[in-house]
């Protein structure tokens, strides 16, 4: 045997071996380069999740002021802000009822779903969902939602080309293997070493929102404290003014017999408890619990008819200007309400024009509006006055309880509160627009109502002792109001039987048949209501009407929206009186 006979065998089976060792080294790197590919993958895509997760929780600290004070138009300018990330598909903020208050969705992507979405999920490989609640202290608000794209294939492919051009050589010669093996525990240890400085900073971030969250806590702890002062302070200074009129007068009543001096103090003291009930009235406009009675209203009817008011309101150097469309929409407000607004839009125009001018009341239909949390058709009121106008700064605050520009004595700083608490209860908004020196405009948008304005003169029963009412069942449980009532009961020709409880009235209808109304407190011990009672009343004797009443504003609102009757406390005779002769007349 030659020796090259002797060396071909081994060449081929040294070769033979090392390709062999070749081929399952290439395949045991092609294994293990697809592990790493999908761990690499896998924790691209936690890593992903992670920092989605980050944007949503940013995103929710973002938007809980907006939806504290229920800003529709705040919270979607903080989504739409994310549009500029070009990997954020589509976002929304939710209520506590988990309906969408603001969305945003990129142009060909599916929208926001119109209720919360729960999360975190991966979907289709492609999506990256996530949820996050928005909370305030241990109060949670409502909920963020965001959807992001994964990452393209081409994008994924380009990343592990490198990776499979390694593995194709590696395949072809053992020298570019070890190679390519070297170069791929190089990549990976950079990876690594690159996703723990991504780990380190998404700690260090989760550090910052901490931090920030805690000081925007400390910040509305102190913002809160700061208006619950101010609320405070204004109720006390005013309720102190108006018992000191009411206990000093009574004190004068008790000790004087001189009639001119009992007539005007006993007029003084009826004033301060009408301005503490106003006052009242104001303040729960402005948080919009006061129950509204809302009714089809011609505005180019209405306010003609109120212009009246509004003159004898204000100065006779103060000119009134009414131009109101021909075709002005009806609106569905509290007219009382509407009233009291524009009335006290007009003082304070009447303040700011200490020289005279003129106030222009400007009625126009707003078809399509599509102002913030505002879409449909509305009617726009302009009240414009030449007076001297607000700073930017006092704009800012004006419909701010209690902040006022006037001198003390001369303001409650409860007007335009007022003013924006009916607007936003009745489904609209206020606006506005104000300079130094050049007057001020405050625009009422108040929503269209498809019904017509009815054409009915409301119901209206004049006190009077010189007839039989008929007989009232008097359902209260405080002695002293019911001292009063029953008082004012006699005083208009009723028959008045009071009992202290829902089922003591239940038990004396059982056994009388002759009362002709029910009237009763709303709020009372033993388990059955006003309402409860009320609701019995019905089914057992449909015929006999019920009048419900209540100093809660809570309580009123329920029962009006339940279909009763309600005479919200304090109450004048004469309200006693018309409220009882419409129930009867099926008013």
Same mark, same amino acid.
């Given at each position: 045997?030659?020796?090259?006979?002797?060396?071909?065998?081994?060449?081929?089976?040294?070769?033979?071996?090392?390709?062999?060792?070749?081929?399952?080294?290439?395949?045991?790197?092609?294994?293990?380069?697809?592990?790493? *590919?999908?761990?690499?993958?896998?924790?691209? /895509? =936690?890593?992903?999740?992670? #920092?989605?997760?980050? %944007? $949503?929780?940013?995103? @929710?600290?973002?938007?809980?002021?907006?939806?504290?004070?229920?800003?529709?138009?705040?919270?979607?300018?903080?989504?739409?802000?994310?549009?500029?990330?070009?990997?954020?598909?589509?976002?929304?903020?939710?209520?506590?009822?988990?309906?969408?208050?603001?969305?945003?969705?990129?142009?060909?992507?599916?929208?926001?779903?119109?209720?919360?979405?729960?999360?975190?999920?991966?979907?289709?490989?492609?999506?990256?969902?996530?949820?996050?609640?928005?909370?305030?202290?241990?109060?949670?608000?409502?909920?963020?939602?965001?959807?992001?794209?994964?990452?393209?294939?081409?994008?994924?492919?380009?990343?592990?080309?490198?990776?499979?051009?390694?593995?194709?050589?590696?395949?072809?010669?053992?020298?570019?293997? *070890?190679?390519?093996?070297?170069?791929?525990? /190089? =990549?990976?240890?950079?990876? #690594?070493?690159?996703? %723990? $400085?991504?780990?380190? @900073?998404?700690?260090?971030?989760?550090?910052?929102?901490?931090?920030?969250?805690?000081?925007?806590?400390?910040?509305?702890?102190?913002?809160?404290?700061?208006?619950?002062?101010?609320?405070?302070?204004?109720?006390?200074?005013?309720?102190?003014?108006?018992?000191?009129?009411?206990?000093?007068?009574?004190?004068?009543?008790?000790?004087?017999?001189?009639?001119?001096?009992?007539?005007?103090?006993?007029?003084?003291?009826?004033?301060?408890?009408?301005?503490?009930?106003?006052?009242?009235?104001?303040?729960?406009?402005?948080?919009?619990?006061?129950?509204?009675?809302?009714?089809?209203?011609?505005?180019?009817?209405?306010?003609?008819?109120?212009?009246?008011?509004?003159?004898?309101?204000?100065?006779?150097?103060?000119?009134?200007?009414?131009?109101?469309?021909?075709?002005?929409?009806?609106?569905?407000?509290?007219?009382? %309400?509407?009233?009291?607004?524009?009335?006290?839009?007009?003082?304070?125009?009447?303040?700011?024009?200490?020289?005279?001018?003129?106030?222009?009341?400007?009625?126009?239909?707003?078809?399509?509006?599509?102002?913030?949390?505002?879409?449909?058709?509305?009617?726009?009121?302009?009240?414009?006055?030449?007076?001297?106008?607000?700073?930017?700064?006092?704009?800012?605050?004006?419909?701010?309880?209690?902040?006022?520009?006037?001198?003390?004595?001369?303001?409650?700083?409860?007007?335009?509160?007022?003013?924006?608490?009916?607007?936003?209860?009745?489904?609209?908004?206020?606006?506005?627009?104000?300079?130094?020196?050049?007057?001020?405009?405050?625009?009422?948008?108040?929503?269209?109502?498809?019904?017509?304005?009815?054409?009915?003169?409301?119901?209206?029963?004049?006190?009077?002792?010189?007839?039989?009412?008929?007989?009232?069942?008097?359902?209260?449980?405080?002695?002293?109001?019911?001292?009063?009532?029953?008082?004012?009961?006699?005083?208009?020709?009723?028959?008045?039987?009071?009992?202290?409880?829902?089922?003591?009235?239940?038990?004396?209808?059982?056994?009388?048949?002759?009362?002709?109304?029910?009237?009763?407190?709303?709020?009372?011990?033993?388990?059955?209501?006003?309402?409860?009672?009320?609701?019995?009343?019905?089914?057992?004797?449909?015929?006999?009407?019920?009048?419900?009443?209540?100093?809660?504003?809570?309580?009123?609102?329920?029962?009006?929206?339940?279909?009763?009757?309600?005479?919200?406390?304090?109450?004048?005779?004469?309200?006693?009186?018309?409220?009882?002769?419409?129930?009867?007349?099926?008013?």
């Amino acid at each position: 045997m030659t020796w090259r006979d002797e060396f071909q065998p081994r060449s081929g089976r040294s070769g033979f071996a090392f390709g062999g060792l070749a081929l399952i080294g290439a395949l045991a790197l092609v294994a293990v380069g697809l592990l790493m *590919g999908l761990y690499n993958e896998q924790a691209y /895509r =936690a890593q992903k999740t992670r #920092e989605v997760a980050v %944007q $949503a929780q940013i995103l @929710a600290a973002s938007v809980t002021a907006a939806l504290a004070f229920d800003d529709r138009k705040v919270a979607l300018e903080y989504v739409e802000a994310l549009g500029a990330n070009p990997e954020v598909e589509a976002a929304g903020v939710y209520d506590t009822q988990g309906q969408l208050v603001a969305g945003h969705a990129r142009p060909g992507a599916a929208p926001a779903p119109a209720t919360a979405a729960k999360g975190p999920a991966l979907r289709d490989n492609r999506y990256i969902v996530v949820t996050a609640p928005v909370r305030q202290g241990e109060a949670v608000m409502g909920s963020v939602y965001l959807r992001t794209v994964v990452e393209a294939l081409p994008r994924r492919l380009a990343r592990y080309a490198g990776v499979a051009v390694l593995l194709v050589m590696a395949a072809l010669l053992v020298s570019v293997l *070890g190679v390519g093996q070297m170069l791929l525990k /190089r =990549a990976n240890a950079r990876l #690594e070493e690159r996703a %723990q $400085a991504l780990g380190d @900073a998404n700690n260090a971030l989760q550090i910052h929102i901490q931090e920030r969250e805690r000081a925007e806590e400390a910040l509305r702890q102190g913002q809160k404290m700061e208006a619950i002062g101010k609320l405070t302070g204004g109720l006390a200074h005013d309720f102190n003014n108006l018992l000191m009129v009411a206990s000093g007068g009574l004190d004068i009543l008790e000790k004087t017999e001189d009639p001119v001096k009992r007539q005007r103090f006993a007029g003084a003291v009826r004033q301060a408890l009408d301005r503490g009930a106003e006052l009242t009235g104001k303040l729960l406009a402005f948080s919009r619990r006061s129950p509204l009675k809302p009714e089809v209203v011609d505005l180019s009817k209405r306010i003609p008819d109120l212009s009246i008011l509004l003159e004898r309101s204000l100065r006779e150097d103060i000119t009134v200007e009414l131009r109101l469309a021909d075709d002005l929409w009806p609106v569905e407000v509290d007219s009382t %309400q509407l009233e009291v607004t524009l009335l006290n839009i007009a003082v304070n125009a009447r303040d700011a024009m200490p020289k005279g001018g003129s106030l222009t009341i400007v009625g126009s239909n707003q078809p399509d509006l599509a102002e913030g949390e505002l879409v449909g058709d509305f009617v726009r009121l302009s009240i414009i006055d030449d007076g001297v106008g607000m700073a930017a700064e006092h704009v800012a605050r004006a419909f701010e309880p209690f902040f006022t520009t006037k001198d003390v004595g001369r303001g409650t700083g409860l007007g335009l509160s007022q003013v924006y608490g009916f607007t936003r209860a009745s489904g609209g908004d206020v606006q506005i627009e104000s300079a130094p020196e050049l007057g001020t405009v405050i625009s009422l948008l108040l929503p269209r109502s498809a019904k017509s304005a009815p054409a009915k003169t409301p119901v209206t029963v004049q006190p009077t002792a010189s007839s039989n009412q008929g007989r009232v069942l008097l359902v209260e449980d405080d002695d002293n109001v019911a001292l009063i009532v029953l008082e004012m009961l006699q005083a208009l020709a009723y028959q008045p039987t009071r009992v202290e409880s829902g089922a003591a009235a239940l038990r004396i209808l059982n056994q009388r048949s002759d009362f002709d109304i029910v009237f009763s407190d709303m709020v009372m011990p033993g388990g059955m209501g006003g309402m409860d009672l009320a609701r019995v009343v019905s089914q057992k004797y449909p015929r006999l009407p019920v009048v419900l009443t209540t100093g809660f504003s809570e309580a009123a609102t329920t029962a009006a929206k339940a279909g009763f009757r309600v005479l919200p406390k304090p109450y004048a005779i004469e309200a006693l009186a018309s409220e009882l002769g419409a129930a009867r007349q099926g008013a």
